[in-house]
């Protein structure tokens, strides 16, 4: 990518309210929820927030016990979606960048105190003073002051960079932290420009491609098929995402448009598709981990990455919710929602997915996974 950042892209808030936020419209079409079983659950939020498909799964103890998928890959169209279909997860793909961090911190190559001076030695006497003492920790953590990254305003603003992915994400990182900073260091402020920063330090660490280290260190152990961009892109038989365009409308968005693509060098902070089933492998991961039974990374180190600060950690929240601590996220870059629960206390984990993006998505699927983790 040698544009700049692809600037004419809109979709860079991929995150999610990590304040749950409450649901939104009715509609009169809704069906009366009479269960709380999957099933019930996905064709209810459906109807009720008019979405073209949900799908979700449900873990108890060391499998899934529930798995399903209802509606269309794209409205106006007649193909239903498939379990095998894949979304776009947006910022959930931060809890794998801090898994791959974790990693390299297990390795001895990097420390969870090491400061961005010690981690950019070329650029410790131009960046900005307030970013030196900031720690890898606390970048994961969101409270490295550095700018949030989720407007257009904010992508505009970056100058056009050559060479090979690698050089242009360095050659960002070095820009990056020569901005002033978006908010107080050490305060929350959520940042994708942050997860971009630890993709840099990941791809110097362990002298490979951050796509490369997530296929290879995390997706493939798991069993997992993932890939970026847009699931659809090229003409792929998968759902199309859909835009929120006003008033309760929902527009197809075309995956090839290149006016609305996720730029690269922000992938670490929320770019990757994969199927439902497939997300599922990585709650799975963490629900075993928290509950001693751990996989690629150690049991303290699970804890460690569901720890908050806040109520942040590295790359979940975490909060009390429905009964029990939960460790969360909701990932959307405007035209996909994805929401994980995790309760470890419960044995219980929970992922809800549709193919809109807009608040009125984010609310469904947050409150699809409410709705089955009620006591």
């Keep these: 990518m040698q544009s700049r950042l692809m600037a004419r892209s809109v979709l860079l808030a991929a995150l999610a ?78 809890a794998m960048t801090a898994d791959l961090v974790a990693m390299e911190v297990e390795a001895g190559r990097l420390a969870w105190d090491q400061t961005l001076a010690q981690l950019f030695p070329e650029s410790a006497d131009s960046m900005r003073a307030e ?41 960002f990182a070095h820009w990056l932290l020569q901005r002033p900073p978006g908010g107080t260091v050490g305060q929350y402020l959520y940042s994708n420009a942050g997860y971009a920063l630890a993709g840099v330090i990941l791809e110097r660490s362990a002298s490979d491609s951050y796509e490369t280290l997530l296929q290879t260190r995390l997706w493939t152990p798991l069993g997992i098929a993932g890939g970026f961009g847009w699931p659809a892109a090229g003409g792929a038989p998968q759902p199309w995402g859909h835009r929120d365009a006003g008033l309760g409308r929902l527009m197809p968005h075309d995956p090839d448009d290149p006016a609305y693509q996720f730029p690269a060098l922000l992938r670490p902070a929320g770019d990757a598709h994969m199927s439902i089933g497939d997300y599922a492998k990585f709650a799975l991961l963490h629900l075993r981990g928290l ?58 984990a929970v992922v809800i997915a549709t193919n809109a993006g807009g608040s ?10 409410l709705q089955i983790l009620q006591p």
Aim: net charge positive; charged share 15%.
């Design 17 to 94: 309210a990590l304040a749950l936020v409450s649901c939104g419209k009715e509609t009169t079409t809704a069906p009366p929820l009479t269960d709380r079983s999957l099933p019930s659950v996905l064709r209810y939020v459906r109807a009720r927030y008019e979405l073209p498909a949900v799908a979700g799964v449900v873990i108890r103890g060391d499998s899934i016990s529930e798995i399903d998928a209802v509606g269309l890959r794209r409205l106006g169209a007649s193909d239903s979606v498939t379990l095998a279909d894949h979304y776009h997860i947006g910022s959930n793909v931060k």
């Design 291 to 348: 509950r001693g039974g751990p996989q690629l990374l150690s049991a303290p180190t699970f804890l460690k990455l569901h720890t908050p600060n806040g109520t942040y950690a590295l790359g979940w929240g975490v909060q009390y919710l429905a009964g029990a601590t939960t460790s969360y996220h909701v990932g959307s870059a405007g035209t996909f929602a994805v929401c994980v629960m995790i309760q470890p206390d419960r044995d219980l």
């Design 131 to 171: 970013y030196r003492t900031v720690t890898l920790e606390a970048l994961l953590q969101h409270r490295s002051g550095l700018p949030a990254f989720t407007t257009m305003a904010e992508v505009v603003t970056v100058p056009t960079f050559t060479g090979t992915l690698a050089e242009q994400r360095a050659a």
């Design 360 to 369: 009125n998505a984010i609310n469904a699927v947050q409150g699809a996974c």
